[in-house]
Antibody, heavy 121, light 111 residues
Framework: VQLVESGGGVVQPGKSLRLSCAAS????????MHWVRQAPGKGLEWVAV????????YYADSVKGRFTISRDNSKNTLYLQMNSLRAEDTAVYYC???????????????WGQGTLVTVSS | QSVLTQPPSVSGAPGQRVTISCTGT?????????VHWYQQLPGTAPKLLIY???NRPSGVPDRFSGSKSGTSASLAITGLQAEDEADYYC???????????FGTGTKVTVL
């Protein structure tokens, strides 16, 4: 299993950024996928989940209405569109595979290496 | 937001046993949702350590064990080794938030 994030960088407050996660070595369309973030020196925070077929998406309250999770099963790629970014969104963002289809309280069995997003003027 | 509470740090000498608690509420652990544990070594991504309260993925040493009771869960490390020095996080699902939640994290130091 390989999960490779990209798209991180420095962005000004209020601007947008889109993260991508290229998945390989497993049947991507069969698994739920998540984004989890970690602010510098802080703990883990779950951000969003998308079910295996993209039919359902759920978000943490802290990003609801600003972030959108999506996937393209034909390209084995997961996305996170981040709008109206704030300083408190600064974090390493991990692409994470659900052990199952994303619908339950399953564990996260594979993590990418993460991509750093810095929101600063 | 971390709704699962863990001690900030625990420490032990090599060979000793340490435990990490994870305290939740009736809307997450107490509601019957499974607890999972992750180990994060310095500068690396988290790794699944325990799933479904007490199950070890292939390759995880049996020095690591997990349990759950009521609104809490615990991770035990027996025969503590230098390479166990890391941050540990519990994880569950919260029905009130309709989302996943992590613990506050615990740093394990090997003396």
């Amino acid at each position: 299993v390989q999960l490779v994030e990209s798209g991180g960088g420095v962005v000004q407050p209020g601007k947008s950024l889109r993260l991508s996660c290229a998945a390989s070595e497993f049947t991507f369309r069969s698994y739920g996928m998540h984004w989890v973030r970690q602010a510098p020196g802080k703990g883990l925070e779950w951000v969003a989940v998308i079910w295996y077929d993209g039919s359902n998406k759920y978000y943490a309250d802290s990003v609801k209405g600003r972030f959108t999770i999506s996937r393209d099963n034909s390209k084995n790629t997961l996305y996170l569109q981040m709008n109206s970014l704030r300083a408190e969104d600064t974090a390493v963002y991990y692409c994470v595979r659900d052990l199952d289809d994303g619908s339950g309280s399953y564990p996260f069995d594979y993590w990418g290496q993460g991509t750093l997003v810095t929101v600063s003027s | 937001q971390s709704v699962l509470t863990q001690p900030p740090s625990v420490s032990g000498a090599p060979g000793q046993r340490v435990t990490i608690s994870c305290t939740g509420t009736g809307s997450n652990i107490g509601a019957g949702y499974d607890v999972h544990w992750y180990q994060q070594l310095p500068g690396t991504a988290p790794k699944l350590l325990i799933y479904g309260n007490s199950n070890r993925p292939s390759g995880v040493p049996d020095r690591f064990s997990g349990s759950k009771s009521g609104t809490s869960a615990s991770l035990a490390i027996t025969g503590l080794q230098a390479e166990d020095e890391a941050d540990y996080y519990c994880h569950s699902y919260d029905r009130s938030l309709s989302g996943h939640v992590f613990g506050t994290g615990t740093k394990v130091t090997v003396l």
